[in-house]
């Protein structure tokens, strides 16, 4: 049987204590700590096996760019968009656009819609937003819309409340078309309506 006396089991101590200190340096140095790591990026949007797109979230996280509003009031009633047209841009989408003033493939843009509330209030009379009333979605990617002109597919989750959970791409000619006939050279984008873009491009 291996018997130790007091100066071995110290000595065995000291021994262990030193490999356990090693260790840690060394794994600490390899794995940072939980709240050191950077967060992995989440993805901006996911698609059904079949092809159709998720409702986007955590999109009024993202850079927003503009609200452009075409009210009933100003088109004899019948505006095709009387809703104020919220719309974000995701991150990193939009620092690519700030170094280079394109849209990169793979840029997402989300446009929340609300209905005008009030057009009425302590500061004077104007159209204020009321309730959330639909959303819609517009994904530039040259490999998933190859077919797609300027390689733009657009998504419409509804004007109304409950939102489809899930949809397929909208037809060229509801959409793409006008984009494309209005706003084509400026990448199927109406960047002059989005003052954070306008100063957000390289001068």
Known sequence: MLRLNRTSVTAWIAVVAVIAGLSYV??????????AQPNAPAARVEFTADGKLKQPVGYRKWMYIGTPLTPNDMNDGEASFPEFH??????????????????????????????????????GKGYFQGEFTG??????????????????????FGHEYPLKKEVSKGAVASCNQCHETNAGKTDWVF????PVLRAAAPK
């Open 86 to 123: 919220e719309v974000y841009m995701d991150p990193e989408s939009f620092a690519h656009y700030e170094k280079t003033g394109k849209f990169r493939d793979g840029t997402v843009l989300v446009k929340e819609l609300s209905s005008v509330g009030s057009k009425e209030a302590p500061s």
């Open 191 to 194: 960047s002059q309506y989005y």
């Open 135 to 156: 959303l819609e979605t517009a994904i530039k990617d040259s490999k998933r819309f190859k077919d797609e002109p300027g390689y733009w597919a657009y998504f419409s």
């Open 26 to 35: 060394l794994i600490g140095a390899a794995v940072r700590p939980a709240s």
